[in-house]
């Protein structure tokens, strides 16, 4: 019982950490989603997701979160506006998304 307790300390300090992939440096997460709420001056949670435009700043953040922050599609899945699309399509959009810019 101990060790679990242990194991949740030592995971929560690895998430608070500056996260280091392949000597990149990334950056927290929120620090992106605040800069994609100044760039385009809309809030996410705000963000309508039944029109073209609101869909394509999501698929925006996306490029955003596994680029600048590093996440990986199953913490991406995680967030409210990503939830309603199922975890296979993350990659498809990310490549789509990619290959407009």
């Known amino acids: 019982m101990v060790f679990g307790a242990r194991r949740i300390g030592f995971i929560s300090e690895i998430m608070q950490m500056e996260r280091w992939v392949d000597e990149r440096y990334f950056e927290p997460f929120e620090r992106v989603l605040i800069e994609f709420e100044q ?3 809309v809030k996410l949670m705000e963000m309508d997701m039944t029109n073209f435009k609101g869909k ?3 698929g925006e953040l996306l490029v ?4 600048k922050a590093g ?4 913490e991406i899945a995680e967030i ?8 296979n399509s993350l990659g498809s959009i ?4 990619k290959n407009m810019k």
């Open 56 to 58: 394509r700043l999501r």
């Open 64 to 67: 955003l979160l596994r680029d």
């Open 71 to 74: 996440l990986k599609y199953n």
């Open 39 to 41: 760039k385009h001056g």
């Open 94 to 97: 990310y490549r789509n998304m």
């Open 80 to 87: 409210k506006i990503f939830s309603d699309l199922s975890f």
